[in-house]
């Protein structure tokens, strides 16, 4: 259709049943031939009797041969389907006598409050996840067939809409069946009537079925609304329950060293307040047992309070974006605002592109269609950013989003009803969905060997302790002939110390600081870590599934490529506009050319379609997403498309242009068409014509070309062009042609060519064809500039990185191969393109094929898992296209049950045929994802990334840790804290074990030599918990390094523990005990002062001997804390320590309380009052100070047996094979 523009007054408000004019009238041959509809094809309520709802959504439809002889007329307006729905409304109107008692009573009757509906919750929810035009069909057979009862005398009217409404079903299931068999002609009569019916469907849906009106919506009364829920449900799905504190504190409690400390402090107490000789006081014997006790609190105190507080973060995060969630819905014929949260089923909904965008709900749109139809981007749910249109009678799904055009839709589903409410269901509440065999391990890799370790020292602190009490037993009754009764007690007490001593106390408040200080730092660096041990496992992580739309593309359509003067310019630098290309390039056409070419794209553009730019960055957009990467590429050219369009006569709304916007003709886009065009006047006279649209259909009408040896398009031309265009499709990009005509003065618009035909068969029109040929563009969705560095790193780190996406292969070949996912070696030898046909065996796989190889049917016809298969498949797989939501979910699971590694004979054939080395360890998984369809993989991998910006409510919901800036490169910003954790807690252990072991074997000496240990339960717990836990912080808060992403990820079962760490560990063990002996059987002569042993049992006070042992104890702690920085023997323990203030400011403070608990501790700390005098204070420092050259020695014994591998690292002849990351499977 032709339309002209002139600028006339709006509308009244008060004409509901109009539309905005204000920009636009018909021809006089339109005004003409559509006098007796409205523009939207409603019917004139000024002219034609009112007729109800009922009537205007059943029509004719129980006569299709009525119907059918609608279609002879044509509309220019809307085609022959508004002739059948105007010729419809007319057979109504003349009809409206027989219909309008039955209609009015029907409506009386069944708008009643609380009357029960025809179709359940389940009938409209099956809808909508059928999607089918069948299932609407099955939907209104069932209604009619529940309808209740009308008034008496009026059975034989509600009859008469049963058969109207069977009839409607049965045309609709017979052309469904026939539009199975054979494709039906666009434009088609049988097109145009199955369209009819659907609309008719659609609304008799809305008005018979659920009782509202697409003119009216529902009436805005509370206790119908309250119906509404009570049947259909609230579109206000629960919150994700928060765990209580209470409930937060008994997972915290269930830590092994937890347990082993409850029962030593409480089997503490109780020895030694109920084992008291006659005549003894208590006094402070029952502070080792409480204190223990304390410090189980203290440590399950913090730990929930921790993630308690991340629970309320993530609240405060979300809980803003609820509430400004507001949509436009219809009641009692008044448009107003509800929050997503109001919308209840039958609700009237209306959308445009422009705002309110967002659909909350499932719904069927509603007719008639408006000019240029509705068309929504689904990409949230499937993954698949192209655009998909909508006709009356289809389902449009909750969470997508509409782009262009606007339209009123019925609300059928709601909440968990609803296909993304459904999704969101399974995030919050996982045993709903019980069966599907896809779930894995809840332990994080960290915490699985941070309990065993924990249950290794808690079984060796046992053994030290019955072999204390044994030795002690056999000792005092067998050799010394002591009462049992006397000293039974006693041994017991020592023993308990042992154990108390073996068990370090500070592991599990260690671990909880330094993941809450590293997700702080992370949280800066632009990661909210949900869950304290996703930190950890990131660090793990040896395989990355990453989805494409929105998270390694910007899911934004650009311009990236241009076939034009001849020359290809194809850009392939993400992080340069195609604009910014053609400017440098030593091919650059002409300033006339591309002066052309940015009128072209800045006429031949929608008004809807807008774009707001800040310098050359387009931080905002509207409408087609098309129209904006053509926008935005004839930007990046230097131009401004909108000055462009005020400029230019018959395309300018402003100024005194204005007034000559009626001389500019459009020729708006349609499917039947496949392209849309602009006309406008010439200054010498004549138009000028600008067209774009699909490459095959535009190019047929090409005869001319812009530039070139010959005017003349011929047929190598032509050719060079189509082969160019094949190019860009097999890149996965979208071809468009730009091209444009000369018309001379008096050209008829209306006129059709008798040799072109449109895309659906129909003539075209005479002005679209002649056309010069300007250029060829390639569209795609583009790499974020930052993610090829990203995944290089993540190859480097020994991470590799898999594309799962609903696009086609082609399009996922071309980003995975520009992202650095896909490499040459991925191809066939000797293939130049990189497309998806070029890929070796198994490195692609479409969605569908990958179902069928990883499920088989079992003995009972039902599908199950097939790991085998799926374990011949995963080391070569790189991408998977056209994949669904369930494949993200299967390669998750898949991925992380796989215990190939083990079969060593697969392995080494594929690394000898494939080049292909297995990681030798089961893997552990991450996901990244921004849809509602990623939810259910992002929560079943080890650890789920969301996009805090692009990405949904459910996918954030179901993520570990959510990605604020939405930058994929982020995940590398994880990955690095991740291992840092790692390495903090290695750090740690190797800090924790050394007291531990130097410890125990002094109890040990202590109890075989005295019956006692010279070190005091209550002072291994001051070290094992203060100094301990804040040697923890002080280590955790060591900045990342890059060397971290040079490594291989850690193996789920290799020990925390390395050889290195043990040698370091042993070492200073060994040095700490012989100083601890020396003072403990040669201190009292060398010193001066009386044995301890001796001083507390005969005088019954704390001795200055132990004291001094304790102090030297702790002083050669603190020093080796310094030495625990260094993991590998690095020479410089003090590098890069003055950079880390607070390392330095634990390390003093600590300092500091040592020296306040020896001199001010008393009985409370089991030391001398009084404290130590100044030597034994400068004796004690020199001896920690002498922990520093002591490591050095280590490190020189230790690289001795380098060469033999004892420390566990790979020679680096072989680290250098390993690091052919990019072709390793990991």
């Known amino acids: ?139 209104l057979e069932k209604a009619a067939a529940n309808m209740p009862p009308c008034a008496p005398g009026e059975e034989e009217e509600l009859k008469s809409a049963r058969v109207k409404i069977e009839a409607l079903v049965k045309r609709i299931g017979t052309s469904e069946e026939e539009a199975g068999h054979e494709k039906v002609k666009s434009g088609s009569m049988q097109e145009l009537q199955r369209a009819h019916d659907l609309e008719c469907a659609a609304n008799a849906l809305a008005t018979v079925i659920l009782r509202s009106k697409p003119e009216d919506g529902i009436t805005n009364d509370a206790v119908d609304i309250e119906f509404r829920r009570e049947t ?56 080792e047992g409480f204190a223990i006790l ?91 950013s192209k655009l998909i249109s909508k006709k009356p009678g289809d389902v449009v799904l909750s969470g997508t989003t509409a782009v262009q055009g606007s339209a009123k839709m019925l609300v059928i589903a709601v909440g968990i009803n609803s296909v993304a409410g459904k999704i969101k269901a399974h995030v919050y509440d996982s045993t709903d969905h019980d069966g599907d065999g896809l779930d894995g391990d809840d332990d994080s890799p960290l915490f699985v060997k941070l309990e065993k370790i924990a249950k290794q020292i808690g079984i060796a602190g046992t053994v030290a302790a019955l072999l204390s009490f044994v030795v002690n037993c056999i000792k005092g009754f067998v050799f010394q002939g002591l009462s049992p009764k006397e000293y039974i007690i006693e041994y017991i007490v020592v023993a308990i110390t042992v154990l108390a001593v073996a068990v370090p106390e500070g592991l599990p408040l260690a671990v909880t600081l330094a993941l809450a200080f590293s997700s702080n730092k992370m949280m800066k660096e632009q990661n909210l870590v949900k869950h304290l041990d996703a930190c950890e496992t990131m660090g793990c992580a040896t395989t990355i599934c990453t989805d494409k739309t929105g998270t390694l593309t910007s899911n934004k359509m650009t311009a990236r490529s241009i076939y034009t003067n001849g020359t290809d310019f194809s850009c392939n630098d993400p992080s340069l506009s195609l604009g910014d290309f053609i400017k440098v390039s030593p091919d650059r056409p002409k300033a006339s050319i591309l002066t052309l070419i940015t009128t072209l794209i800045a006429v031949d553009t929608m008004d809807e379609t807008t774009v707001e730019f800040e310098g050359n960055k387009l931080t905002s957009s509207t409408g087609n997403p098309t129209e904006v990467a053509l926008l935005a590429f004839a930007h990046s050219l230097g131009e401004d498309c909108q000055d462009l369009r005020d400029s230019t006569r018959g395309r300018s709304l402003k100024g005194t242009l204005a007034e000559f916007l009626v001389e500019g003709k459009q020729i708006e886009f349609s499917s039947a068409r496949k ?322 072991i130097s410890a125990v074997v002094t109890a040990l000496v202590g109890s075989f030599a005295f019956a006692k240990s010279p070190l005091a339960a209550i002072q291994m717990l001051w070290v094992n918990l203060i100094m301990d836990s804040l040697a923890s912080l002080a280590l955790a808060s060591e900045p990342p390094t890059d060397e971290l992403l040079r490594r291989n990820p850690v193996n789920r079962s290799k020990s925390i523990v390395t050889v290195r760490m043990w040698a370091n560990m042993l070492g200073q063990a060994a040095y700490q005990l012989t100083i601890i002996m020396f003072l ?110 002591m490591q050095q020695i280590i490190n020189i014994l230790f690289g001795q047996c380098k060469d033999a591998g004892v420390d566990g690292r790979v020679p680096s002849r072989i680290k250098s094979s390993r690091r052919l990351s990019m072709r390793t499977v990991r």
């Open 675 to 996: 392209m849309m065009s602009w006309a406008i006047p010439k200054v010498e006279g004549g138009y000028r014509i600008y067209c774009k649209g699909a490459s095959e259909v535009v190019l047929a009408r090409c005869t001319h070309q812009l530039t070139g040896s010959t005017p003349e398009l011929d047929d190598e031309a032509r050719q060079r062009i189509l082969g160019v265009g094949e190019a860009y499709n097999r890149r996965g990009m979208r071809t468009l042609v730009l091209a444009y005509r000369d018309l001379p003065e008096g050209a008829d618009f209306d006129a059709k060519s008798a040799n072109i035909l449109n895309a659906d068969g129909t003539e075209a029109l005479e002005v679209e064809t002649n056309l010069t040929f300007a250029g060829l563009v390639g569209i795609e969705d583009p790499l974020r500039p930052e993610v090829q560095g990203a995944i290089k790193q993540c190859y480097e780190a020994g991470i590799d990185v898999r594309l799962v996406t609903g696009d086609s292969p082609n399009t996922a070949v071309s980003i995975a191969y520009q992202a650095g996912i896909l490499k040459d070696f991925h191809f066939l030898d000797g293939s130049d393109e990189k497309i998806a046909a070029n890929l070796k065996s198994n490195v692609l796989m479409e969605g569908k094929v990958f179902r069928r190889k990883v499920y088989k049917i079992d003995d009972d016809g039902e599908k199950e898992f097939d790991q085998t298969a799926f374990d011949k498949i995963w080391p070569h797989l790189r991408v998977l296209a056209r994949s669904s939501p369930d494949d993200k979910l299967t390669l998750a699971h898949g991925l992380n049950q796989s215990t190939l590694y083990t079969d060593k004979h697969a392995c080494q054939k594929l690394k000898a045929e494939d080049q292909i080395a297995v990681f030798p360890d089961r893997q552990v998984v991450a996901m990244t994802g921004d849809g509602t369809n990623d939810a259910p993989a992002l929560k079943r991998a080890d650890i789920g990334f969301a996009m805090g910006i692009a990405g949904t409510q459910i996918a954030k919901d179901a993520a570990d840790i959510i990605l604020l800036d939405d930058n994929f490169a982020s995940i590398v910003t994880a990955a690095k804290w991740g291992r840092n954790v790692y390495a903090s807690i290695q750090k740690f252990l190797q800090f924790q074990l050394t007291v531990n």
């Open 1 to 139: 259709m032709v339309k002209t523009f002139m600028e006339v007054s709006p509308p009244a408000e008060s004409d509901a049943s109009s539309v905005d004019k204000s920009t636009e009238i018909m021809t006089a041959e339109s005004i003409d031939k559509d006098d007796e509809n409205n523009v939207d094809g409603a019917v004139d309520e000024t002219t034609s009797p009112q007729k109800s709802s009922l009537e205007i959504t059943l029509g004719d439809a129980s006569t299709p041969e009525a119907s059918a002889e609608s279609f002879s007329s044509k509309s220019p307006r809307m085609g022959g389907l508004a002739a059948a729905i105007d010729s419809s409304l007319r057979s109504i109107q003349s009809a409206g006598s027989v219909l309008s008692n039955m209609v009015n009573a029907f409506v009386q009757v069944h708008t009643a409050p609380k009357t029960p509906f025809p179709v359940t919750s389940k009938d409209l929810s099956d809808l909508s996840s059928d999607r089918t035009h069948q299932a609407l069909a099955r939907v």
């Open 1080 to 1189: 403990l059987f040669g201190g009292p002569r060398v010193f001066g002062f009386p044995p301890g042993d001796q001083v507390e049992r005969e005088e019954g006070i704390n001795s200055e001997h132990y004291t001094f042992i304790f102090n030297s104890f702790v002083w050669m702690q603190l020093f080796n804390e310094v030495n625990a920085r260094s993991l590998n023997g690095e020479i410089n323990v003090f590098s890069g320590m003055l950079l880390n203030p607070l390392f330095c400011g634990i390390l003093l403070i600590t300092a500091i309380l040592q020296v306040i608990m020896v001199e001010f501790g008393g009985k409370a700390l089991h030391v001398a009052d009084g404290g130590l005098n100044g030597e034994l204070w400068g004796w004690s420092l020199l001896f920690g100070v002498g922990s520093l050259p």
């Open 232 to 287: 259909f449900g609230t579109n206000a799905i629960a919150d994700k329950k928060l765990d209580s504190f209470l409930k937060l504190c008994w997972n915290a409690v269930q830590d092994f060293v937890l347990i082993m400390l409850i029962v030593l402090g409480i089997i503490g107490l109780v020895v030694e307040t109920t084992t008291l000789k006659d005549g003894e006081k208590c006094g402070a014997c029952w502070l």
């Open 294 to 384: 304390l410090s189980v609190c203290i440590v399950v105190l913090v730990t929930a309070s921790i993630d308690y507080a991340k629970q309320f973060a993530f609240i405060r995060l979300t809980r803003s974006l609820h509430e400004t969630n507001t949509k436009a819905v219809v009641r009692n014929g008044h448009q107003m605002s509800v929050t997503d949260d109001d919308i209840v089923v039958g609700d009237i909904l209306s959308v445009n592109a422009h705002n309110l965008a967002s659909i909350p709900a499932d719904c069927i749109l509603l007719g008639p269609p408006i000019s240029g139809g509705l068309k929504m981007d689904e990409s949230s749910l499937t993954g698949e």
